[in-house]
């Protein structure tokens, strides 16, 4: 990996999406992906997980599900929900652009590499401990969900005691 000095950074736009249980009583609680860790965050990290579109979101349900037998369009309608969240201002590393993974000693072809090989999160953990101990607020990514495209970016998130706000709350049903 190159220095950070080498690295790309971007300003976090304020603006994203989570989905999430409509049973959970802090859907925007960063100590879960601290207790098990995450693509970007290794356990002990608090990081909340966003995405940047609808699109992105869709994604993410595919991957939550991929490995459950249940096709997705049998889950009932309030089956999850899609929440806007706001976030405070900040700058997040840059995996998303062909310049910003280059920087990381990431292939252009994120999330696989050039022989098509997944990525894994032993691969991409190390490089967001370094940006939150850098003092970044997350990390902004190519999402590797199955089958979503290199425009769709999520956001490994530090909270680092900031909190976010949630609201607007759609059920699954309306951006099945």
């Known amino acids: 990996m190159t220095a950070l000095v080498d690295w790309l950074t971007v300003p976090l736009d304020p603006n994203w999406l989570r989905v999430v249980d409509p049973q959970w009583v802090q859907p925007l609680d960063p100590m879960y992906a601290a207790r098990t860790g995450g693509r970007w965050n290794p356990p002990g990290i608090p990081t909340l997980y966003l995405c940047d579109s609808v699109d992105t979101a869709r994604a993410q ?22 929440v806007s969240v706001t976030i405070p201002a900040g700058n997040a590393l840059d995996a998303f652009t062909d310049a910003g993974l280059a920087a990381l000693d990431l292939p252009s072809t994120y999330p696989q590499t050039t022989s098509g090989a997944s990525i894994t999160h032993q691969q991409c953990q190390p490089i967001g401990r370094s940006a939150f101990n850098a003092g970044l607020d997350g990390v902004c990514a ?13 956001l490994a998130w530090f909270p680092r005691g900031r909190t976010a706000t949630a609201t607007n709350a759609q059920p699954f049903g309306e951006w099945r």
């Open 61 to 82: 349900v595919r991957r939550l599900f991929a490995d459950r037998f249940v096709d997705i369009e049998d889950l009932a309608d309030t089956a999850l929900a899609l």
């Open 142 to 154: 190519r999402s590797a969900a199955p089958g979503a495209r290199p425009s769709n970016n999520e």
